[in-house]
């Protein structure tokens, strides 16, 4: 019997999220049971969709560890295409959700097209960037091309509107681009270019502008702080350091608006703790390390650039959520990945975080040993003995 080497998915990165996602089941059941009990009479209607959405995504990220990523490079630019005429319509027939055409319905599933246009883009730019290389560095052959793609996907976001999800895609393009090797002078342009753009796009609309200012006063514009987040702060301040342990959260009493969404991290912090909130932000530190690890082992430009995308969207995602819940960012509409209760950001980001593990396996990163027949020779064994033929 001789041995050859195989190699396998990053085993931190699957359990990191695999955690996630079980331990949002217990969080937003016990952040969303009252509302739920108020609304539909059933204190775990919440719950049982949040279940299901992740099964769905569980089975999204185990299609995305077994196709090879190599093959998305044909399909980005159909995938785009479609992502951009979702949104098109999402604008035309979307279903409005406090004043936001953002969802979807077909039958009665819904989707949330940005979503799907944020990991179509960035699939997308990841194939641009490999294929032209140095390119990158041309404005007119390179970099324009790849912006007009990210202004027509921003600018559909942003007309639903969605500031926050808008924003996040510009950023995450951008650091995409820097990373690609796009000239800086290029990027810092587009970035001026932008700042007004974004302000007017900000003063437009009253509640945008009262959320900025609520942000950098510290109150609602009447002396008080923000509603929301004053109780999800005192969510974070009643837990301590231990919590009150899990279901024993006060907040989500109706007291917390959008406790088992946007806000589901106070939750973490009242019922879990300090400890708590470090652990589950250990998590996604947990990923970012990995990531970027696979991404310095991917065997080809396309694996790393789709490892550091994938990454950077979820951690940074995860990041401006916990930020936003303790009052450090200005209040936004984004969900933590695999924690938050929703069916799009969870379906999608595990399927992305499938094909970041789809990468780990083709590196050599974690080789196995595997026994073969003493008939079947390893590749590696008949190259070495052509090598010493010759």
Known sequence: MTKSQR????????????????????????????????KFGESNRLLNSHALKIVIGICALFVGVTIDYRKYKRLTKPALILAVLLLFVTLILGGETKGAARWLRIGGLGIQPSEFAKFALLFHLCTLIAAKKDLVRDFKRGFLPMTVWIGTVTGLVLFQPNFSTGSMIVLISLVMLFIGRARVSHLLTTALALVPILALYVVSASYRLARVKSFLSGTDGSGSM????????????????????????????????????????????????????????????????????????????????????????????????????LGLLPTTGLPMPFVSYGGSSLVFSSFAVGVLLNISAQTDLHPRMTRLPDSVMPIESLQEQSARAT
């Open 226 to 325: 923000n509603y929301q987040l004053l109780q999800g702060i005192i969510g974070f301040g009643s837990g301590g350091l231990f919590g009150l342990g899990p279901g024993e959260s006060k907040q989500r009493d109706l007291f917390l608006p959008e406790s088992y969404g946007d806000f589901v991290f106070s939750i973490v912090g009242e019922e879990y703790g300090f400890l708590g909130t470090i652990f589950f932000l250990a998590l996604f530190l947990l990923i970012m390390f990995r990531g970027f690890k696979i991404a310095k082992h991917a065997r080809d430009e396309y694996g790393q650039l789709l490892a550091v995308g994938i990454t950077s969207t979820i951690t940074l995602y995860a990041l401006v959520n916990a930020g936003v819940t």
């Open 7 to 38: 190699n396998h998915i990053d085993l931190p990165t699957l359990i990191a999220v695999l955690t996630l996602m079980v331990l949002s089941l217990g969080v937003v059941y016990s952040a969303s049971a009252t509302w739920a009990m108020e």
